[in-house]
């Protein structure tokens, strides 16, 4: 029973814990940066159909999901720093 406290898990299942969830935040940004980067591309597309103007819209859309997404992924770091 020694380093077991009652009501509290091992300190190596925590480290564990916090491995696993690091790589499924990780994960799910790379899901959500893909998906936003796609949609944002046939809004633009779109947009560019519609106007008639060949790529402009449609790269800057892209390049728009892409920033906002690094910018949100930084965001979420920075908290999460703080929080050690």
Do not use: H
Not at 66 to 79: N, P, S, T, V
């Amino acid at each position: 029973m020694k380093g077991y406290q009652i009501g509290r898990k091992p300190k190596e299942n925590l480290d564990k814990f916090n491995k696993l969830s690091g790589i499924l935040m990780l994960s799910a940004w790379g899901l959500a940066m893909v998906l936003s980067s796609f949609l944002f591309l046939f809004i633009g597309y779109l947009v560019d159909e519609i106007l008639g103007t060949t790529p402009n819209f449609m790269l800057c859309s892209f390049f728009l999901a892409i920033g906002l997404c690094m910018w949100r992924i930084y965001k979420e770091a920075k908290d999460r720093g703080k929080q050690l």
